[in-house]
C-alpha cells in the first residue's frame, strides 16, 4: 500500500516556472517512489501566421520548439542520472490543457504539478494552473 502518489506528471515548457515545477516533481517523486511523467506541448503555430509569414516566422517557431524539447529532454536526463526515478518525457501538440488533461487521464496520474504563468493574458483568461484546479479530477501544485 502507497501512501503518496503513484505517478506524478509535471508540465513543462521550458519556462522558469515549469523547470522549478519538474525540479519539485522530481524529487517528489524520488521520496514517494513514485512514476514521474513530464509533458511538453508543443502548440501548434496561429493559422494567421503563415499569411503574414514573409520572413520564415511558421519555421522560426517550429525550430524554437525543436530546441526546446532538445533542452528539456537533455535536462531530465542530466537531472535523473543520479536519482533512481522511473521518468520519462511525452511530447504532444495541441492546446496545452487539453493535451496535459489526456495524458494525466492515460497514465492515470495521481496528482499534477505545474508552474506558475508569468503571462499577463493568463490573469484575463485564465492560465493552465487554475484550469486544471477548476477542472478537480486531480490534486494540482502549482510552482511559483
Not at 19 to 26: D, F
Not at 87 to 114: K, Y
Not at 118 to 131: C, E, Q
Request: a positive charge.
Amino acid at each position: 500500500m502507497r501512501d503518496g502518489p503513484g505517478t506524478i506528471l509535471v508540465g513543462v515548457d521550458g519556462s522558469t516556472s515549469s523547470l522549478r515545477a519538474a525540479a519539485y516533481a522530481m524529487g517528489l517523486a524520488r521520496r514517494q517512489g513514485s512514476r514521474l511523467v513530464a509533458v511538453y506541448v508543443r502548440t501548434p503555430p496561429s493559422g494567421l501566421l503563415p499569411l503574414a509569414d514573409g520572413g520564415g516566422a511558421v519555421a522560426t517557431v517550429i525550430e524554437t520548439q525543436d530546441e526546446v524539447e532538445q533542452e528539456l529532454r537533455a535536462l531530465l536526463l542530466d537531472r535523473m542520472g543520479p536519482f533512481s526515478v522511473d521518468a520519462r518525457l511525452m511530447i504532444r501538440a495541441g492546446e496545452p490543457f487539453t493535451e496535459i488533461s489526456d495524458v494525466a487521464h492515460e497514465v492515470r496520474a495521481d496528482a499534477v504539478i505545474v508552474g506558475r504563468s508569468a503571462k499577463i493574458v493568463h490573469r484575463l483568461a485564465g492560465s493552465i494552473a487554475s484550469k486544471l484546479v477548476r477542472c478537480g479530477r486531480w490534486p494540482v501544485t502549482v510552482v511559483p
